[in-house]
């Protein structure tokens, strides 16, 4: 991940930027806190490529498939775009490497505003199940990503609100004690 930052609450085209003006940009740890992984792998040769194969044994990512997001190459396009816009949640972790092309991952923080990831060839991205998202292409409109997952793939995305689920109680059970674990007390 190369530009994270504070999204505008405009309704132009999903696919430009939506910098917030001035510009805030959010450090790397901000991520990290709120339980989004990265990392910098090399695409142009996935297939032999060591690190990947340690990531995957290391958190069991068994499912592997690759998918062009484009509208020349996904049925039912304009369809599934909409869809992937729509802020959801995954009761599993939503794993996805970009192979070739580019586009955004929208995900909330503990204010509940929107950070917006661009996600880039070479970039491996971890969303914690049970965290609030969506996608959309940027302007280039193509992104080629490879879709990981522990186990058979569970494809099912629950649109806001969806609270009552056990990985969104989870999840905002791990970010509520990482902010505790992060706070200093006064005085002391």
């Not at 995954?90 to 503990?110: A, K, M, N, P």
Request: net charge negative.
């Amino acid at each position: 991940m190369e530009n994270e930052f504070q999204m505008d609450d405009s309704e132009e085209d999903q696919r430009l930027p939506h910098h917030r003006e001035p510009k805030e940009f959010i450090p790397v740890d901000k991520l990290t806190e709120l339980g989004v992984i990265s990392w910098r792998l090399n695409p142009d040769n996935w297939e032999n490529c060591e690190n990947l194969k340690r990531i995957r044994e290391a958190r069991g990512y068994s499912y592997v498939d690759i998918c062009d997001v484009c509208p020349e190459k996904l049925p039912n396009y304009e369809t599934k775009i909409k869809s992937f816009f729509e802020e959801h949640l995954h009761t599993d972790e939503e794993i996805r490497y970009c192979l070739e092309g580019s586009g955004y991952f929208d995900v909330r923080d503990q204010n509940d505003q929107w950070i917006r990831i661009a996600l880039k060839k070479g970039g491996m991205i971890v969303l914690p199940a049970g965290m609030y998202h969506r996608f959309t292409l940027d302007t280039d409109n193509y992104i080629k990503a490879m879709r990981l997952f522990v186990g058979d793939p569970v494809w099912t995305p629950y649109n806001r609100p969806h609270d009552h689920l056990p990985a969104r109680k989870e999840f905002l059970a791990k970010l509520l004690k990482s902010e505790g674990e992060n706070q200093a007390v006064e005085g002391f």
